[in-house]
């Protein structure tokens, strides 16, 4: 069953990608350094940044990964300042795991569609009208909505953890992504109302244009995020978090891979897998809008020249009300002790 939409569809803004010159990055990147040094801060980043912000994460001791592996490394990091270049909800996340420590984001307009398309007010209305059902969400959702939830999930945790609430069973209501939570009924066949939500990335990979895109490499294989149309995730040779990507990239015996999600994860899929051909799904074609192209135009925000004026000024630091931070840290921590009882490894095979 799927809730129809009731609320305005999320505002994209265009994607501007940062370009400096060799003189400017480099001066950027001894200052950003002499910053992180200076203020007691490691840097965390999403595989979806610019390869510029995952090239200076990894030279100063930080770490590129998913939202919830940012938030693990930067719980355990003895830094008492983060700087998370990502999205807001990665931001929120990091404070919720790290309340005694300075959160700083690049830019707090760093949105994304997911978390935009599912308003707090709203989502609560949705659960209240269900109030006989588990309410799951994604990770990629405001603190107010985890706040409300009672389980937060992974791309990697979801199938495992509906699985398990359908075999006590649970009936789920589902938020925020249509196709991710639209994929978990049809592999765990449980009782799911879902929130209509997309990512306005994945949702742009176009079903007819990857099968044409097959046949001109037919020695290709294919990697999809589930937060792709059914249409796509139907082609895959492996559908998974951008963490499983990677690894599918390293471990597969193909040297040609078409890959289904932000071309941000390029950057790290490149080193993994290293002299393999990467080819980006298609997202033009019919019916495209191309509204990131296949790239977050959030993801987007994140550029040295921002990180470097958020280190110097402490401006764009992340609050969360303590009260919603405290009811959001509990289906989180939830998840964390279905994983160690489960012994699957949550961290590390997020996405976002
Ligand atoms: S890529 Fe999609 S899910 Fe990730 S931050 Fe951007 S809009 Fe959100």
């Known amino acids: 069953m799927l809730q129809l939409r009731s609320h305005p569809i999320p505002v994209v803004p265009p994607t501007v990608v940062e370009i400096l010159s060799d003189d400017e990055r480099d001066a950027l990147r001894a200052?950003?350094?002499g910053l992180l040094?200076?203020?007691?801060?490691?840097?965390?980043?999403?595989?979806?940044?610019?390869?510029?912000?995952?090239r200076l994460c990894d030279d100063t001791g930080g770490h590129v990964s998913d939202s919830l592996d940012m938030a693990r490394f930067g719980h355990e990091h003895p830094a008492s300042t983060l700087l998370v270049a990502g999205v807001r909800f990665m931001g929120e996340t990091a404070k919720i795991l790290n309340p005694e420590k300075r959160v700083l984001m690049p830019d707090l307009e760093a949105e994304c569609s997911l978390d935009?398309?599912?308003p707090p007010a709203a989502?609560?209305?949705?659960?209240?009208?269900?109030?006989?059902?588990?309410?799951?969400?994604?990770?990629?959702t405001s603190a107010a909505v985890k706040a409300r939830s009672d389980w937060v999930v992974t791309s990697s945790s979801a199938l495992e953890v509906v699985a398990f609430l359908r075999d006590r069973g649970e009936k789920i209501l589902w938020a925020p992504d249509k196709y991710l939570g639209a994929y978990v009924q049809e592999k765990t066949e449980a009782d799911m109302v879902l929130w209509d939500g997309a990512c306005i990335v994945h949702e742009e990979f176009k079903a007819r244009e990857l099968e044409a895109l097959r046949r001109t490499h037919p020695d290709a294989k294919v990697l999809v995020h589930p937060?792709?149309?059914a249409g796509v995730v139907a082609q895959a040779d492996v559908v998974g978090s951008t963490t499983a990507l990677i690894k599918a990239a390293r471990d597969l015996p193909v040297?040609?891979?078409?890959?289904?999600?932000?071309?941000?994860?390029?950057?790290?899929?490149?080193?993994?897998a290293p002299g393999k051909t990467l080819i980006e799904a298609?997202?033009?074609?019919?019916?495209?809008?191309?509204?990131?192209?296949?790239?977050?135009?959030?993801m987007a925000m994140n550029g040295l020249r921002k990180v470097a004026a958020s280190l110097r000024s402490g401006a764009n630091e992340v609050l969360v009300d303590p009260e919603i931070g405290r009811r959001a840290l509990r289906p989180i921590e939830r998840l964390l002790d279905f994983s160690a009882s489960r012994r699957t490894v949550i961290y590390g095979a997020n996405d976002a």
């Open 31 to 33: 200052e950003i350094k």
């Open 37 to 54: 040094r200076a203020q007691d801060a490691v840097m965390v980043a999403h595989y979806y940044t610019d390869p510029e912000v995952q």
């Open 116 to 118: 935009l398309g599912c």
């Open 123 to 140: 989502f609560a209305a949705f659960c209240d009208a269900h109030p006989d059902r588990t309410v799951v969400v994604y990770a990629n």
């Open 227 to 229: 937060e792709s149309p």
């Open 255 to 272: 040297e040609k891979l078409i890959v289904a999600t932000d071309r941000g994860i390029f950057y790290k899929m490149q080193q993994a």
């Open 282 to 298: 298609p997202t033009a074609g019919h019916g495209a809008t191309c509204r990131s192209c296949g790239h977050c135009p959030w």
